[in-house]
């Protein structure tokens, strides 16, 4: 795989490196100064937990003992906001072939804006998901995972506590990323689907606690080459935090075109830094945009008119982005239930694609591409790429290691 440049690891928020650094705004939230959560000593329960620990098999060393052999997996599982999500996948040529996946709303977020803190009803519903996920992981032949968790553990309180006790209930060892490994590894994972141009582009990912904003080199977009990351941007706002904090007031049509509005004004407030750098880049004729989120992915299926939530016909689609804003109107003029009732919306996104829609607004506002490229693929991807090319490269140089020793045990 061709060399990928992320963001610029030593830059400072409010500074530049070269022009090309990125920033994180935090804006409302201020997070907790980091743990690391390999240390930490505390016992990591709810106050009102009456659950009885139990013994969980050992999964941060999966593949660590093991050589290389045909027929092993990798797996990659992402914690969000909002959901929880593994993909287990074998090798297979210059990509791979998924073997089994799984996805669950688990609303780890929720409350988290009000209160700072993971809730114990949704630690607990996260929890019976990572077993779940502990359980197919132990069943597949897995050689190496990598399990990581976003901003709703980076903001919380007892975050790392949570963390700590995943690996003691489960076994799993979650690294809490960093927004900016977090817009690294979505690029990874999708950026094999941005349209063909000569312009720049900017890639997408709506998540459920943060928005993650990357504007990439113009030029090729062969699978074989990732995209060098020009500038990118994390806001804390994603469709569980916004609509949490700007609360749930849809009494009437008016109220919720003005709860809508103010999501709206609220995210572009928060992208305005990001929006500064890269005006120039969008006053390019060839702008490109692809994004990759449940959002994008629902708006699409709704586009389609599907009855019932079709992978295969959304991952890679183009769409208007004029007709992503009708749509985005239409909803957020609805009532919940009238949302609730349309087909791949239902009722586990029908409190939060309003948000979403809000986001996504503001999103093509700053960067006005006349299509949106959609990808039900992203972070998991980008994990799952990592490991594999890490792997290729260190059996490379394995080889190579031997080849020069057998060269010189010959002379």
Known sequence: MAEFLPPDRNSKAGTKRGGKSGKVADFRYKRPPQQDCRKTGRDGRGSGEARQSRTAPDLSTIGTARGNAHGEAYAALDLGTNNCRLLIARPSGRDFTVIDAFSRVVK??????????????????????LSICADKLQRRNVRLARSVATEACRRAENGCEFIERVRRETGIALDIISAEEEARLAVLGCHILLESGDGPAVIFDIGGGSTELVLVEPGSTEASRVPRILDWQSVPWGVVSLTDTVGRGEDSEQARLARFNAMRRMVSDSFAPFAARVAQAARHDDIRLLGTSGTVTTLASLYLELPSYDRKAVDGLIVPAPAMRDISARLS??????????????????????????????????????????ADRGIREGILRSIMASQHQSERTLRQLHKQRSGRSAQ
């Open 108 to 129: 780890l977020g929720e409350g988290l804006a009000a209160s700072g803190r993971l809730s114990d009803k949704a630690m607990d519903r996260t929890l019976s998901a």
């Open 333 to 374: 003029a609805m009532t919940p239930y009238e949302r609730s009732n349309l087909p791949c919306i239902g009722q586990d996104r029908a409190d939060l694609v309003v948000a979403g829609c809000a986001i996504l607004e503001a999103i093509l506002d700053l960067w006005p591409a006349r299509r949106l490229g959609v």
